[in-house]
Nanobody, 125 residues
């Protein structure tokens, strides 16, 4: 069983930085891509960033460009999200996800096969 787990969340002030981590604590897999999504109460889960290991391509939601950086290690199925200049609107539960086959639509939740349980990030103003 694949078990993705996130860490590094917490409460910070606007303008601060956080680094989220995601690791696989279960059965080893070889993913083609991994991603970060986030969700706030009453809203759908939304795309934040993704990395396709083939060609090391990265994708970001518009509001994350220039502030967030996604990185990771395909062999270890680990993923990171460096978040700088955090804003109150970044407050959400953040989820990591992994995909086995070729990534087609990075921002679509149903693209991904495995999900972590999520971790809270709260940015105070």
């Amino acid at each position: 069983q694949v078990r993705l787990g996130e860490s590094g969340g917490g409460l910070v002030q606007a303008g601060d930085s956080l680094r989220l981590s995601c690791a696989n604590y279960g059965r080893a897999i070889e993913s083609s891509a991994m991603a970060w999504f986030r969700q706030t109460p009453g809203k759908e889960r939304e795309f934040v960033a993704a990395v396709s290991w083939s060609g090391d391509r990265t994708y970001y939601r518009e509001s994350a460009k220039g502030r967030f950086t996604i990185s990771g290690d395909r062999a270890k199925t680990t993923l990171y999200l460096q978040m700088n200049s955090l804003k109150p609107e970044d407050t959400a539960v953040y989820y990591c996800a992994a995909k086995l086959l070729k990534l087609v639509a990075p921002s679509v939740t149903r693209e991904y096969d495995y999900w972590g349980q999520g971790i809270q990030v709260t940015v105070s103003s």
